[in-house]
């Protein structure tokens, strides 16, 4: 028996679904991996669906079958976008808005294709695919369902894409694939004769985005967006290596009271004070400059700055972000820092951890002058 590549291909993707979910369900809990187990499930669905629309045409069940598939793969791939979508969400920290247009009007476009696929299977209408006993061809409105499609996942794009501006996260390799790759499937689906099944962009996208999510989870504080520990000591050793050729600097920021912020107003604030002030910082910074949150209420900044001038100004500049922020008076308490930093000297430094320790000794110098300049304000 000879089987076809198309078929070969949906065994192949089958497989690569199951495996996917198996590590999903093993290694992850949290809300935004249970979206993306949602979206796994209908996938999983949908290439079943396939298959069973490829059921060789030999008699009253094999079409049955076939029709069936038929039915379900053109009702949920208009499905898959909403479950990306609430993914992206979650991913992004954008989980919390309950009034997302684009996911309403993405279950509008699923609900209203279900309708119209019911319709034209009890009235027998052909308005998407119509089947002549052994072979489908498109229906009357099958183009307009292709072009409606592509428009759903051009704006879940778009809208991708104003999440990770948003969210500063880096993943503009991703976004940028997929437009593509559904440009050329859409004008194959246009120009082909005989009717296809359009579901491999919306898994292979899927795919991609988790991988990528994932590969920026490893390196991504999740509470602040700032780089972890983890890619803040990769970074550091790879520019100590360089720094004979290159130069940077380091800045090593506290967060000033922070247990006082924690005690008295509760964790949710301090966390609130973290995730506000690592954004200022990222905002205050080039994307080039690797801002981490080293632990705690302690950040590290690299930054091809090597002129303590400069470094003055771009202090003097967050200082002034930070003091803009504290006037907009959004926390019952203001939020202020310690800081020191250095140029890397490779003679005077030598080693990573010996750089890190010029730093935080300096900075605990300028924490304990705003310790005592505190004393004295309240001693007055």
């Known amino acids: 028996m000879e089987i076809s590549s198309g078929l070969l291909s949906d ?40 298959l069973m629309s490829e059921v060789a045409v030999c008699g009253v069940i094999s079409n049955i079958i076939s029709l069936t598939g038929t039915f379900l793969l053109f009702a949920l791939t208009p499905l898959v976008g909403c479950f990306i979508i609430k993914y992206s969400n979650e991913c992004m920290d954008y989980g919390k808005n309950k009034n997302n247009i684009l996911l309403i009007i993405c279950l509008l476009f699923s609900a209203v294709n279900f309708i119209i696929l ?15 006993g052994t072979t489908y061809g498109k229906g009357i409105l099958y183009d307009i369902r292709i072009f409606l499609i592509a428009i759903e996942y051009m704006s879940m794009q778009v809208y991708i894409i104003y999440l990770n501006k948003k969210n500063k996260q880096d993943l503009s390799v991703v976004l940028w694939i997929f437009p593509i790759y559904t440009l050329v499937v859409t004008i194959l689906q246009f120009s082909m004769k005989n009717m296809t099944h359009n579901y491999v962009d919306v898994f292979f996208y899927s795919v991609l985005l988790y991988i990528y999510v994932q590969s920026r989870d490893l390196n991504t504080d999740f509470l602040t967006g700032a780089v972890n520990r983890r890619k803040f000591d990769a970074e550091l050793t790879k520019r100590v290596n360089n720094a004979s050729e290159v130069k940077f600097s380091g800045i090593m920021a506290d967060i000033d009271r922070f247990k006082y912020i924690n005690d008295t107003y509760g964790h949710q604030a301090g966390d609130d004070a973290l995730e506000a002030f690592s954004d200022i910082v990222i905002k205050n910074f080039r994307k080039t400059d690797v801002v981490a949150r ?15 001038a400069e470094i003055e100004v771009a202090m003097r500049r967050l200082r002034k972000s930070l003091d803009a922020f504290n006037a907009l008076g959004k926390f019952p308490f203001e939020i202020s820092f310690s800081l020191g930093y250095a140029v890397y000297d490779c003679e005077a430094d030598g080693s990573s951890s010996a750089f890190l320790k010029r730093l935080d000794e300096r900075m605990y110098r300028e924490k304990e002058i705003h310790h005592r300049n505190e004393e004295q304000l309240q001693s007055d």
């Open 11 to 50: 065994i192949y993707n089958l497989m690569f679904i199951v495996a996917i979910f198996a590590f999903i369900s093993k290694n992850n809990n949290r809300e935004k991996e249970k979206w993306y187990k949602y979206l796994i499930v209908v996938l999983f669905i949908i290439v079943i669906s396939k």
């Open 118 to 132: 019911c319709i034209s299977q009890i009235f027998s209408l052909d308005l998407l695919y119509k089947f002549d």
């Open 294 to 308: 080293y632990g705690g209420d302690e950040f590290c900044i690299l930054t091809d700055i090597c002129d303590e």
